[in-house]
């Protein structure tokens, strides 16, 4: 007979993070909304400019579709809705209450991360990839080709999802003020490594100087403009040479996430109440 | 047979000098009802962290059924009644406890029949397909964090404050649930404030006091020898500035505590004859001209007031122990 908690993913934790929690139609408001903006984009896009527009044009607004659906902050809303139970209880930050109690149960803090990722990650790219083929469907209604949809689209939008969904993951495993403290420190990189790589060395040369702006350009490339990284894989497998290293630095991500996430509740001490 | 081996547990945390737990041993057996007591910030509430495996023990071992706490399957064994309801509030009250039932790992063909039946257990009269966790009361609250606790019939059982915002309705409710279940052979391990349901329903206590287990005892032999007695002695004929000093001395040397003093008498808690024996004579020797000693028999609730009432001043906040989990 299975042991509980044997299986690598709950069951009971992958339905609740995927759909129960969107049982009562109100909280599936914004994902309809997210599904249906692409749509609107498409028909917009179509009754401005009408159909007489160049075969260029279509193009680059099909491109502009494309990098929608690499746009990290979409896929962070997205993973955020999906992996945190404070979207549904009206609350901007979860309590680590209801993992308490969760704990005492026979789970694996392993497996719980691994089945949150998983669940946030389907639940993520179905919503998107669903936007997808509206914005499709929409397109070919008013009989333009507006969004390429072949698979090297929903790859990319599964690797974004994932990314993540991934990221989310790992702030979600931590303590409230740890999560928001890891959020800005790596979007302070993110927003001066872009600065960093935009300019030349400055005048006057410091070590200890040098070796912070490294490390903050580091995590930088390794995290993104916007993290976690964002990744087209049409313009990627498009160019002349690909860059096996971008790619390789969003997959990577998503391990180091899930290994960060789940050493940070392995070592989370979880109080239940005030004696 | 031991099932709860806890063999001097520590536990301290960051950025707190006072230990929370302090080489704590105690051994809870087989369908035993085991009930833990203290004043507020005592510890009570990070030693079931400890064996919920919530909380890393600084030092000491604890094995439930010969395992470590932190194995899955002993896990499957336990159920836990939170003492604050800290439940997934959006969720139905069927949702809440199909999830909890998956969580437990029980096969979902038995999912509807044990709802129906731990609902019933705790009589809660709701529409559990429309109710939401949110819209109860906190009396519903307990009953239903009590449902998801004895969902799938654990072997432990693990009640923090089980009566803790229930009407006098639930009180009756939680007694007869307990004494069923300890009739049924399941081990519960309870914490409550509620110190006459800890009478009579547990078998054993474990007075703690800033963080130290200060007695395990049995209620059959609190009932027995634990007591009260009362001494009164003539009026004296010059005023003594330092009678009171004198007494409270006497009831630490004697190991007697000093419960209460009035005018021509005192109250102490004495242990065994021996000891009341002894206290008399120190009262003759220090010219207290005792007429009368008589044995009050001592409940629960004056054991614990005595604890407390010598814990004022010295008490452990609980944010001074640093429990909460922010400070950590």
Redesign the interface.
């Known amino acids: 007979m299975k ?4 299986a690598v993913i ?4 992958f ?2 993070t995927l759909y ?2 969107f ?2 139609p109100r909280y599936l408001i914004p994902l309809v909304l997210i599904m249906f903006l692409p749509a609107f984009m498409v028909a917009m896009n179509h009754l401005y400019f009408g159909s007489a527009t160049t075969v260029e044009m279509q193009k680059e607004r099909a491109l502009s579709m494309v990098q929608f659906f690499c746009n990290p902050s979409l896929c962070f809303i997205l993973s955020y809705l999906f992996v945190s ?1 404070a979207f ?2 009206n609350k901007a930050v979860a ?4 993992l ?9 803090r392993f497996s719980y991360v691994l089945t949150k990722f998983l669940a946030g990650t389907t639940g993520a790219s179905l919503i998107l990839i669903l936007a997808a083929i509206i914005a499709y469907c929409t397109a070919l209604a008013f009989g333009i080709a507006a969004i390429p949809l072949d698979p090297l689209l929903l790859l990319t939008i599964l690797l974004n999802t994932a990314g993540s969904t991934a990221f989310f993951v790992f702030l979600h495993c931590l ?3 740890f999560a928001l403290s890891a959020y800005f420190v790596l979007l302070g990189c993110a927003g001066m490594g872009n600065g960093f790589s935009s300019i030349s060395n400055g005048s006057e040369s410091n070590a200890m100087l040098d070796l912070i702006k490294n490390v903050i350009l580091t995590i930088h490339y390794w995290c993104g403009d916007f993290m976690p990284a964002a990744i087209n894989l049409q313009a990627l497998f498009s160019a002349e040479g690909l860059d096996y290293l971008e790619l390789g630095v969003a997959v990577t991500n998503i391990f180091i996430f899930l290994y960060l996430a789940a050493q940070a509740l392995c070592a989370r ?7 | 047979m031991s099932i709860i081996t806890v063999d001097s547990l520590s536990k301290s945390y960051k950025n707190s000098k006072v230990k929370a737990v302090d080489n704590a041993s105690f051994q809870i057996e087989k369908g035993e009802v085991f009930g833990l007591i203290g004043p ?7 030693i ?2 400890c064996l ?5 023990p600084s030092s000491g071992t604890i094995e439930i059924d010969g395992r470590s706490p932190q194995d ?2 002993v ?2 064994m ?1 159920g ?1 009644l ?3 309801p ?6 139905t009250v069927r ?1 809440f406890l199909q ?2 039932h ?5 096969p979902a063909s038995e999912r509807e029949a044990e709802i129906k039946r731990v609902l019933a257990l705790v009589e809660l009269d709701v529409d559990p397909k429309k109710r939401r966790i949110k819209e109860l009361s906190r009396g519903m609250l307990q009953r239903i964090g009590l449902a998801q606790a004895l969902i799938g019939k654990p072997q432990i059982c ?1 009640l ?1 404050e089980p009566t803790s915002g229930m009407d006098p309705l639930g009180f009756i409710l939680i007694r007869k649930l307990l004494l069923k279940l300890k009739e049924e052979g399941m081990t519960i391990v309870l914490n409550s404030h509620h110190l006459l349901e800890v009478e009579r329903v547990c078998d054993r206590v474990a007075f703690i006091r800033r963080g130290k287990i200060e007695e395990v005892s049995s209620l059959a032999d609190l009932n027995t020898i634990r007591q009260m007695l009362k001494v009164e002695w003539l009026p004296q004929t010059e005023d003594d500035p330092t009678r009171q000093e004198k007494l409270a001395q006497l009831a630490d040397a004697c190991q007697c505590p000093l419960l209460e003093s009035f005018s021509c008498g005192a109250k102490f808690a004495v242990a065994t004859n021996e000891k009341a024996a002894e206290l008399l004579a120190g009262l003759q020797k220090e010219n207290f001209s005792v007429y009368q000693s008589t044995f009050e028999k001592k409940e629960l609730v004056e054991l614990f007031l005595n604890e407390r009432a010598t814990d004022i001043g010295s008490e452990v906040e ?2 001074q ?1 640093g ?4 400070q ?1």
């Open positions: 042991q509980p908690g044997s709950n069951p009971a934790i339905s609740f129960r929690k049982e009562n139970e549904v209880n309590d680590a209450d209801t308490s109690l969760l704990f005492t149960r026979p789970i694996n303590p409230g003020i001490e979880l109080s239940y109440g005030a004696d | 507020n910030g005592a510890g009570k509430t990070t079931f962290s919920l495996a919530l909380t890393n899955i399957q896990k499957a336990l836990f939170p003492e604050r800290c439940y997934n509030r959006w969720m949702q999830y909890h998956g969580l437990a790992g029980h693990f923090d609980p944010d122990t429990q909460k989990e922010g950590k």
